[in-house]
């Protein structure tokens, strides 16, 4: 907590929490059954009903909302593609070696991919407010759930590594319910270093990962 920066406040006017927030679907549910949300609320409710809190009090809770608000984060978008949902999550499940051959922004990738704990290490060029360069990371499989088109990775080393204490990203390919195509989520969970980020930013790493995507469905649409 020593790294914490002060703020004026954790939340500010503006922010919003509202039920499409909540979980939409079994993989989302899955996935907050590890996330000691209850835990951490719990603690903070427990804090402000006791007798005698004093200013000790105040200034511990107040520095775990500004932790949080400072460091950890995460960022969705959602991409509609035009080819099927299946295919392109397919794509995604098992025939990712051929990605240097489709996208601009993959130089190069190496290592085992299609199971649980395999990791595979990618060359890129991404673009930031400053640079434009290549750069490299490994990605290891942390869950694999082809019911609900869902794949789960930590993102680690390289780069990644000089800025985040953890990132995970997650792909879900969602069917549309008229026509064809479908709706490809991109979810980015994190936890800086540091609360500035120079380089490799979460923004440009969602906007890397959306270039991506609708790199592959070009593709995959002519093919």
């Known amino acids: 907590m020593k790294c914490c920066s002060p703020r004026i406040a954790p939340i500010v006017k503006g922010d919003r929490f509202y039920l499409d927030l909540c979980p939409n679907n079994d993989f989302e549910r899955k996935q907050m059954l590890n996330i000691l949300y209850a835990s951490i609320g719990g603690s903070l409710m427990y804090a402000q009903i006791l007798e005698n809190p004093d200013m000790e009090h105040w200034k511990a809770a107040n520095k775990v909302t500004r932790y949080f608000k400072a460091f950890g984060g995460k960022l969705q978008s959602e991409v509609e593609i035009q080819a099927p949902a299946a295919k392109f ?54 869950s694999i ?52 980020i120079t380089g490799l930013s979460p923004q440009s790493i969602l906007e890397f990962g959306i270039k991506v995507t609708k790199e592959i469905d070009a593709h995959l649409v002519k093919n």
């Open 145 to 196: 759930d082809d019911e609900n088109k869902a794949i789960t990775y930590s993102v680690f080393d390289g780069e990644v590594s000089k800025n985040y204490k953890s990132l995970k990203a997650i792909i879900q390919v969602i069917d549309k319910e008229h026509g064809g195509g479908g709706i490809v989520k991109l979810t980015y969970e994190y936890e800086k270093q540091k609360e500035d």
């Open 89 to 142: 999550y397919n794509f995604n499940r098992k025939q990712l070696e051929h990605l240097p051959n489709i996208s601009t922004h993959i130089n190069g990738a190496k290592g085992d991919w299609q199971n649980v704990g395999f990791v595979k290490q990618w060359e890129f060029t991404i673009a930031c407010i400053r640079w434009r360069k290549k750069k490299s990371a490994k990605a290891k499989i942390e």
